[in-house]
Nanobody
Framework: QVQLVESGGGLVQPGGSLRLSCAAS????????MGWFRQAPGKERDLVAR????????YYADSVKGRVTISSDNAKNTVYLQMNGPKPEDRAVYYC????????????WGQGTQVTVAS
């Protein structure tokens, strides 16, 4: 069983910065692709960024490229999402998710953390 716990959400001003963390309770963290998703009110949940098992490969949605950075610390079983210069449209509940290397779907999800961007 994989448990994911997000933290670091809250209120941030436009142009500020925020770092989300996701701690994974898992035997072998390096067996999982990790992703950050977000869901804004009235919208579907979308992939924001993902990172490969080793941390060497990353992917970003076009909407956040250049403004967010995903990283992982395999020694701490933790994945991060650094948000720089957030915009009001980045307001959403952010979810951490994990999938095994050979899996297509993300089977494991955190409870989500709210990010609000406002002055």
């Amino acid at each position: 069983q994989v448990q994911l716990v997000e933290s670091g959400g809250g209120l941030v001003q436009p142009g500020g910065s925020l770092r989300l963390s996701c701690a994974a309770s898992v035997r072998t963290f390096s067996n999982y692709v990790m992703g950050w998703f977000r869901q804004a009110p009235g919208k579907e949940r979308d992939l924001v960024a993902r990172i490969s098992e080793s941390g060497s490969t990353t992917y970003y949605a076009d909407s956040v490229k250049g403004r967010v950075t995903i990283s992982s610390d395999n020694a701490k079983n933790t994945v991060y999402l650094q948000m720089n210069g957030p915009k009001p449209e980045d307001r959403a509940v952010y979810y951490c998710a994990a999938r095994r290397t050979a899996a297509y779907d993300y089977a494991y999800w955190g409870q989500g953390t709210q990010v609000t961007v406002a002055s």
